[in-house]
């Protein structure tokens, strides 16, 4: 899938549908906001769910 970033934030991936970063990469943003609500956001196991979302958005053409 090929994505493109513009100027308000979103990507579209090739079909032309827009991608918000609020809707995207649900799986590790659940797990992520999970951890980081239970034990906060410095906490080891916390810091590897929020790498595996960064690199999910990222993936997707959001700059993160």
Do not use: W, Y
């Amino acid at each position: 899938m090929i994505t493109t970033t513009t100027r308000t934030g979103d990507s579209q991936d090739s079909d032309g549908k827009t991608l918000r970063p609020c809707c995207s990469c649900p799986e590790t943003k659940k797990a992520r906001d999970a951890c980081v609500l239970a034990n906060g956001d410095e906490h080891e196991s916390c810091k590897e769910l929020v790498e595996k979302h960064l690199r999910c958005m990222r993936n997707l053409g959001f700059k993160v």
